[in-house]
């Protein structure tokens, strides 16, 4: 696929997803990155933007160096906006209250711990999606949840139940970058 | 031995889409013992 291809699907796909306000927003294609330029109006759908370019057939890798220019309506101050973030974080069932959020001049940054990735993604989801956010940092920090007989055994196993990932033919396999430990082997 | 790498996993390899990273990435994740995926996946068509 041509670089030129790539970049007008990319721009049909942002124009294609309801989520995406994609007027402001210039794609550049080269080698299969793309590269979204411009401005949307909220830290949520920059994300977005970012999902929908990586969905593209022919996308290796996408750049996302759109602005978020807030409106009016959705600005606010730094407390304010780390108040929202937490009582987002605090109707959410899967977020444990270990979570915390600061928020300096509209960059939200979330630490503490979670026992799951899951949560740690549900949380930066949540946070993602608040008006007034002009930038995300998750430091949330797992907390080992030991007990696994064989990590590497039960992740292949995941892979091959997966019907997304069994179409492959499930090509390869997880490896530790440390070695096994002794308990994983 | 250091605790914090015990639960670190590498994924190495190549898949035909983002959705199927994704994928690879979040049961990787999903596995018990787990606190950090070095994700050194390609996507290639």
């Known amino acids: ?185 | 031995m250091d605790t914090t790498s015990y639960g670190r996993v590498a994924l190495v390899g190549t898949v035909s889409s983002w959705a199927e990273h994704d994928e690879a990435v979040a049961a990787a994740w999903s596995a018990r013992g787990v606190t950090e995926v070095d994700d050194q996946i390609l996507v290639a068509y």
Not at chain 1, 10 to 19: H, I, N, Q, R, S
Not at chain 1, 34 to 61: C, M
Not at chain 1, 117 to 133: H, I, N, T
Request: glycine residues 8%; aromatic residues 8%; proline residues 4%.
């Open chain 1, 1 to 185: 696929m041509t670089d030129e291809q790539l970049q007008a699907d990319v721009v049909a796909e942002l124009f294609w997803d309801p989520k995406v306000d994609s007027e402001a927003i210039a794609v550049s294609a080269d080698a299969g990155t793309v590269t979204l330029r411009g401005a949307v109006d909220s830290f949520r759908q920059k994300r977005e933007a970012g999902k929908a370019a990586r969905r593209v057939y022919g996308v290796i890798g996408v750049q996302n160096e759109l602005d978020v220019r807030l409106l009016d309506d959705s600005k606010r101050d730094d407390a304010e906006l780390r108040g929202d973030v937490l009582q987002a974080l605090m109707l959410d069932s899967l977020i444990p209250t270990t979570v915390d959020a600061r928020a300096r001049n509209g960059s939200v940054t979330l630490s503490g711990t979670a026992d799951w990735q899951y949560q740690r993604d549900e949380a930066e989801f949540l946070a993602a999606s608040v008006p007034g956010v002009y930038a995300l940092h998750n430091d949330i920090r797992l907390t080992s949840t030991r007990g696994a007989s064989d990590v590497k055994k039960d992740i292949s196993e995941a892979f091959r139940r997966n019907a997304k990932l069994d179409g492959t033919g499930f090509p390869w396999i997880p490896r530790p970058t440390d070695g096994w430990p002794s308990w994983a082997r």
